[in-house]
């Protein structure tokens, strides 16, 4: 698809995405709260970084502000050395659930970001679409007939529809049961492997982050600073009781401070 | 094994019909031991129908009550369904007007019609302007309602995929609000058959309106009465049904379930 599109190998040196001094304050009751405190973050083409922290921390505000969807009171973010200033089609921002169009088909909604194409090319593209994340026969089936791992799915189906190159998930599997949210992590790999955007997924899951993450970036409670930069050093497909798996879960949950024995 | 009872098919005809047949015994029997001159048998209201229905004149103020309804109706979705959508997509024009429309709403419409008849004089405009206004204020708030309803992230979404603001409202915001709005203008149907016999009593001499309130002045003939009242439920009971059809249509279907 890309350029970056090197198999093996899969991320380059070049920086895709790179946030500077990053600060959000908002207000709220007159009160002024700070949500994100001095992130400096550098994402690589290609790379899959997971964001974990305290719930409540801002993951979700960092995230936005990527996305642009929210302006940084502080710093800014630049994606191609270009500032963000709003959202944009080359970054699709996926949400935890119902980000899906009720009253469209899978079709349609994998088809909504594609007006621009010809009517073949649509079709084309949400063909290739529905076969990557597996929704076959159900090309004409509402999403309310689909169930929560499907629509999740066909959500980012409709993401990946606009060839964007940044991916943001904002706890994508957060709502799904947990036998779904282990069989949509393999998916998503999967669907990363064969087509290589860069993806900034936020959890509050470290088993999560860590089988999914080239690097987990863990944020302290609010306001969110960069704690840690951890780097999964631990090839696909992860073997989740190696040694070196457990170490690096072990430190994330320290990290989070969180006990590890219940 | 507890299974719940399912009614079957011949049941949900049979009861119902079980129920209409002791009103209509109850009824005879009240009429019979009333000893009144004045309120009708079932059976002679039966006869009124068919004295009706070979008469030809029903057809008449039937179809007259119905496009009065259709036009009136049909003006209110075309003008309200846009200005709703406005309203909900500019709240500030929606803090403007819309105290003025919560006056104006719980006044009924039945109450406009002297205004109406110093508008437009005795005749079909007034009647319709008498439909237009019952059906323009429930189909509005509808729309306001519906849009200001449309959940953040369908419109961040809609936005991630590079949709200028009138995209976004008729590609996102219209179709996430169209079960509300489609509440609303069946809401309003109903309204709008309440109101044109109302108007068709006053101010106008056709329709079904005009049919309860003529049997009823020309010769006391309360059969004819009550049969014109038995139709106006019918027909009334007849475009609810066919309204309700549309809340099937797949592409709002999900709007009307409990679940999601």
Redesign the interface.
């Known amino acids: 698809m890309s350029a970056a599109h090197s198999a093996g190998t899969a991320t380059t040196n070049r920086h895709k995405l790179r946030a500077n001094q990053l600060g959000i304050v908002y207000e709220r009751d007159g009160e002024r709260i700070a949500a994100l405190e001095d992130i400096n973050l550098d994402i690589k083409d290609g790379e899959f970084v997971c964001v974990v922290g305290p719930s409540g921390c801002g993951k979700s505000t960092l995230l936005n502000v990527m ?1 642009g ?1 929210l302006s940084p009171t502080r710093g800014s973010v630049t994606i191609d050395g270009e500032p963000v200033t ?4 080359r970054r ?2 996926v ?1 935890q659930e ?2 899906v ?4 088909t899978v079709e349609g909604n994998i088809g ?2 594609l007006s621009k194409l010809s009517r073949a090319e649509r079709q084309q593209r949400i063909a290739h679409y529905v076969q990557l994340v597996r929704l076959q026969g159900f090309e004409h089936t ?3 007939d689909l169930s929560g791992g499907m629509r999740q799915r066909l959500q980012v189906a409709r993401a990946l529809a ?1 060839n964007p190159d940044i991916l943001f998930l904002d706890e994508p599997f957060g709502a799904l049961d947990s036998i779904t949210r282990v069989i949509m992590r393999g998916e998503l790999l999967r669907i990363w492997q064969t087509e290589r955007r860069t993806i900034v997924f936020v959890t509050h899951d470290i088993d999560e982050a860590v089988q999914l993450a080239d690097r987990v970036v863990v944020l302290s409670s609010r306001p969110a600073k960069i704690q840690k930069v951890l780097p999964i050093d631990v090839s696909h497909p992860r073997n989740i009781s190696s040694p070196r798996y457990l170490e690096l879960r072990d430190e994330l949950l320290k990290q989070i401070g969180l006990a590890y024995e219940i | 094994m507890s299974q719940p009872k399912r009614p079957r098919v011949w049941e949900k005809v049979f009861w119902p019909v079980v129920a209409a047949a002791l009103l209509l015994c109850l009824w005879h029997c009240g009429v019979q031991w009333s000893g009144t001159k004045i309120f009708p048998f079932p059976l002679s209201v039966e006869k009124g129908i068919t004295e009706l229905m070979r008469k030809h004149v029903l057809w008449a103020d039937i179809g007259d009550s119905l496009r009065r309804v259709a036009i009136g109706y049909s003006v209110a979705a075309l003008t309200g369904i846009p200005i709703g959508l406005c309203l909900g997509w500019f709240p500030a024009a929606n803090q403007v007007v819309n105290p003025l429309l919560q006056i104006l709403r719980p006044i009924s419409p039945i109450a406009w019609i002297p205004v109406a008849i110093v508008f437009f004089g005795v005749g079909d405009p007034a009647a319709i302007f008498l439909v237009f206004l019952a059906s323009f204020f429930p189909i509005v708030v509808a729309c306001v309602a519906g849009v200001s309803s449309v959940p953040v992230i369908y419109r961040r979404a809609g936005r991630n995929f590079g949709l200028s603001d009138f995209a976004l409202l008729r590609k996102i915001v219209f179709p996430a609000a169209l079960p509300q709005i489609l509440i609303g203008l069946r809401i309003a149907l109903g309204v709008a058959w309440l109101v044109v016999v109302a108007g068709e009593m006053i101010a106008v001499d056709s329709g079904l309106g005009y049919l309860v309130i003529d049997s009823r002045n020309s010769g006391k003939r309360y059969d004819l009465v009550v049969a014109a009242m038995l139709l106006i439920g019918l027909i009334g009971l007849a475009l609810d049904v066919a309204f309700r059809r549309l809340e099937r249509v797949k592409s709002v279907r999900w709007g009307f379930r409990d679940a999601t």
């Open positions: 996305g969807f709003g959202p944009d089609q699709i921002l949400f119902r980000g169009f009720p009253w469209l909504f970001g509402y999403p309310s606009v």
